[in-house]
């Protein structure tokens, strides 16, 4: 085993080198592809769902079917850390930790391919495109990976800030829904010394952001929650002679829930139709980056938490899902899902630092989550 580990970081780092981004994950794919093949999987499935790759493993006819996924796609984030395996791809790196990710789930069919079960079915799920919110939706949609007909799915993601391989599970879902938005407003252009003459949308533009900010209920525990961060604005150009007509403001929102996303999509609406209604503005509203909330299914739970107790492994129960999005939640519409969080150190830098790393010591820690897991199922 301890060469299999020695193994399982040299493909990390490797990874962790040539990364990609979404929609462009033909290379991490390929080497992912070379290294299960040795392991002599009973069928390997190409390009589900885009790059998507499903590895399974059939050991009989009845029994569970299982699947573990892992994510494919890297961010567009310069990497400036002195690391021997610095990102090659300039400015893309793996700074949400799927490189170790892929590792992990990667080392499962070595695994796999010594195994006897008597029973069931495990398929190796690698998503693409999991950093836009498309991925898992489209792997959805691929009849191939219907037809795996899965009972059970599994996921893991690192936490920094969170003490080395301590295991997170939460009953209330493992992390937020998660939407973007863009507003256009389209006024009438003037002369800057007779801005009367005109419809300048930067009033409306100070209104919006004034309104949204009165729908935050920022309080985790409350099952009202919502986030609205602005994360972009434009009006006009450097021009002094000109009032401008344009302008547009760009925000993303989370939830716990999708009524609740759905209740606060209604009132942004709402608040920009009145604003650019008092203000005579024209407006465009669109909606993109969708990630629905990740659901904890409780069988699954019960599963991962039983795993990390016979494995010794320290665990800490979280009363709220994590504000991130994660895709994952797309698959928690069609199937019982599991997804725990796995403690990647006090001290690393978060994810999408410019500086993080995923740390190679949790690399066994999740191999062994994941293989309790399955033995737990497919000997029952």
Not at 34 to 62: E, S
Not at 167 to 189: I, P, Q, T, W, Y
Not at 225 to 251: C, D, Q, R, W
């Amino acid at each position: 085993m301890h060469k299999m580990s020695n193994e399982l970081i040299r493909l990390r780092r490797k990874l962790h080198q040539y990364p990609e981004l979404s929609l462009q994950e033909s290379e991490t794919v390929s080497r992912i592809d070379a290294f299960v093949q040795q392991f002599n999987p009973t069928k390997i499935l190409r390009n589900v769902g885009g790059y998507g790759l499903v590895v399974c493993y059939t050991f009989g006819d009845v029994g569970s079917n299982i699947g573990i996924r892992c994510e494919l796609d890297a961010l567009p984030i310069v990497e400036e850390n002195d690391l021997p395996y610095q990102s090659k791809n300039k400015g893309v790196s793996h700074k949400c930790g799927h490189d170790g990710h892929m590792a992990i789930v990667a080392g499962l069919s070595a695994w796999l391919a010594e195994q006897n079960f008597t029973q069931g079915k495990v398929s190796l799920i690698f998503q693409g495109s999991e950093e836009n919110g498309k991925g898992a939706s489209q792997m959805l949609q691929d009849d191939r990976f219907k037809q795996l007909d899965l009972d059970y799915l599994f996921a893991l993601h690192n936490i920094p800030g969170e003490e080395l391989h301590k295991v997170l599970v939460m009953d209330n879902g493992f992390s937020a829904e998660v939407l973007s938005f863009s507003v256009v407003l389209r006024g009438k252009e003037a002369h800057a010394a007779e801005p009367d003459k005109g419809l300048n949308p930067a009033l409306a533009l100070a209104k919006i952001i004034s309104g949204l900010e009165e729908l935050n209920v920022r309080h985790p525990e409350q099952c009202d929650f919502a986030v609205l961060t602005p994360v972009h604005i434009s009006m006009g150009e450097k021009n002094y002679g000109i009032s401008p007509a344009l302008g547009e403001l760009h925000y993303t929102i989370r939830t716990w829930s999708t009524p609740k996303m759905e209740l606060l999509k209604e009132y942004i609406k709402e608040i920009i139709a009145n604003i650019c209604a008092e203000e005579s503005l024209v407006h465009t509203v669109n909606w993109f980056e969708y990630f629905p909330a990740a659901a904890n299914n409780s069988e699954c739970n019960t599963m991962i938490r039983n795993a990390s107790t016979s494995l010794g492994i320290k665990q800490a129960e979280r009363s709220y899902p994590f504000k991130f999005g994660e895709d994952f939640g797309w698959f928690s519409k069609d199937y019982k899902t599991g997804m725990f969080g796995l403690g990647a150190g006090q001290d690393t830098p978060s994810l999408h630092d410019k500086n993080y790393d995923f740390p190679d010591e949790l690399i066994p820690t999740g191999l062994n989550m994941f293989k309790t897991i399955i033995t737990n199922i497919l000997n029952a």
